[in-house]
């Protein structure tokens, strides 16, 4: 790599440091203004900003990320020439320390690259593409913490006149949502869409809130009274649509989730992503806790994860979602292939190889055994791969939304085994939190009737009744 002064050295919208052309520069910007709205085109800008590596370096940082981001193996192809270009081309610091960022990751270690990413913006705290995508790598590797104080170092440094404010502020909600600050992050989102009603992902960070204080009543409304900002034409509507379908779930609306499913988060002219096809998996695998029948779409849903689980392991996040699809389906002994695939890599690569190594022996395993045993019915073995781990499948990335899937096969599995103690403890600490939670309730409501206390479970089924009563007005 090449650090040298670049003669025709300019700012960005940031007021960062950047090499090229004011023409370049501001296709750079155009391009990060797409990618903070997810909006489809930022793939073709990327593709413009990226075809002449001299011109604007930081085209083939963008490129890089735009393609690592979406976790899926086909892609780093696209990141490795990225990154060749850069090492051939000269850089300023900022620009170096964005190529060593997306060495570390294209190297495996997530980790390195997101703390890369905080160093660089200590110095350059406006660098708005090192903070969406170190809060991505802070998601994608269950750093809650970092998430939110990411964002929190350096929002002070951004103007409050500056457009990109309001989206920073759209990152704050979501870092202060999954630290458990639950109002603040509702009110830093709300402000958030003031300013940018488009903020997809700001949308996302208040729909977290809601679904974490189990105020399903208020998700609904304000998803349905939003669509219009987030339902179509952006990168990131199947997530957003997932999560009203998971609303829908409490409320006890089973068919209109599942009109979502096929509607808006995973159908035949879905992208064959992991990041959309995961979601197919986890809201499929809560109808099955539920024992609602999914039809076909199990099968249709596993063929699509087979090109993305055929290679080296990479993120293994993506891999048990492909581990639940294949359970769906049936396809139990693809899904014990998947383990045993698991299993020697973890045997066989070094213990320092590098992040996902480590995330897959601690929870990625463990994770995708207790969906293979729940789907064999060895709900036993369930509860044995999942309850020593239960306080931390954060370390395996995702939101706290979506390893409530875990949480939930965990307490099914304690029912069907008949942990029963144990799945009071499991459910009266879901109950907790969210007080209004409909399937705590009744839940709890399953696990009293089997003790005989068939008063109290009649009770506990009225009040869940009551609440999706609530939720159907919301809903309707
Ligand atoms: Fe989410």
């Known amino acids: 790599m090449t650090s040298t002064t670049i003669p025709n050295a300019a700012v960005d919208g940031g007021g960062n440091p950047i090499s090229g052309s004011a023409e370049a520069v501001t296709r750079y910007d155009e ?31 963008f490129m890089a990320y735009l393609s690592l981001m979406t976790t899926d193996v086909p892609d780093l192809d696209g990141a490795r020439q990225a990154a060749a270009a850069l090492s ?42 090192a903070l969406q995508i170190g809060q991505i790598l802070d998601f994608f590797v269950g750093d809650a ?26 990152m704050h909600s979501f870092g202060l949502e999954e630290s458990g600050h639950y109002d603040k992050a509702e009110a830093v989102g709300l402000a958030a869409l003031d300013r940018n009603p488009d903020d997809v992902w700001g949308v996302h960070a208040v729909v977290h809130t809601y679904e974490m204080r189990g105020l399903v009543d208020d998700g609904i409304r304000f998803l349905r009274t939003r669509e219009p900002d987030w339902g179509s034409g952006n990168l990131f509507t199947a997530h957003n649509w997932w999560h009203l379908a998971l609303y829908l779930l409490e409320a006890g609306r089973y068919e209109e989730a599942l009109a979502i499913y ?5 159908n035949d002219a879905s992208p064959e992503v992991s990041l959309v096809m995961l979601d197919g998996s986890a809201l499929l695998w809560r109808l099955t806790l539920d024992g609602f029948e999914t039809g076909d779409r199990y099968s249709k849903l596993a063929a699509a994860w087979e090109s993305q689980i055929a290679g080296e392991p990479w993120y293994v996040f993506n891999d048990f979602h492909a581990v639940i699809a294949l359970c769906g389906a049936g396809r139990t002994g693809d899904a014990r292939a ?12 070094p213990v320092q190889s590098g992040s996902n190594r480590a ?27 999942l309850l020593p781990i239960r306080t931390v499948f954060q370390r395996f990335g ?32 879901r109950l907790s939190l969210r007080d209004t939670s409909a399937y705590g309730l009744l839940a709890r409501a399953r696990v009293l009737a089997r003790q005989g206390a068939d008063d109290e479970a009649r009770a506990t089924e009225q009040a869940a009744a009551a609440h999706r009563a609530r939720f159907d007005t919301a809903a309707s």
């Open 31 to 61: 391009a990060v203004d797409l990618l903070l709205r997810y909006h489809p085109d930022v793939v073709t800008a990327a593709e413009g900003i990226a075809s002449d590596p001299r011109a604007l370096p930081m085209g083939q940082v």
């Open 88 to 129: 051939t081309i000269p850089l300023n610091e900022r620009e170096t320390a964005h190529a060593s960022a997306i060495n570390a990751w294209l190297d495996g270690r997530w980790q390195t690259a997101a703390r890369t990413l905080d160093e660089l913006l200590v110095r350059w705290p406006t660098d708005v593409l």
């Open 145 to 170: 913490q970092n998430l939110r104080d990411r964002i929190g170092r350096s929002l002070p440094s951004f103007d409050p006149g500056d457009p990109r404010t309001g989206f920073v502020r759209g």
């Open 262 to 266: 096929d509607a808006e988060v995973y």
């Open 338 to 349: 998947v383990i045993q695939r698991l299993e020697r890599y973890v045997a066989e690569a």
């Open 359 to 385: 995330m897959t022996a601690e929870i990625g395993l463990p994770a995708s055994r207790a969906v293979l045993a729940y789907a064999e019915g060895r709900h036993d073995d369930v509860v044995g791969d």
């Open 398 to 429: 995702g939101s706290h939304a979506q390893r409530d899937v875990l949480q939930r096969t965990l307490t099914e599995s304690a029912i069907h085994s008949g942990q029963l103690d144990l799945a009071r403890a499991l459910i009266d600490e």
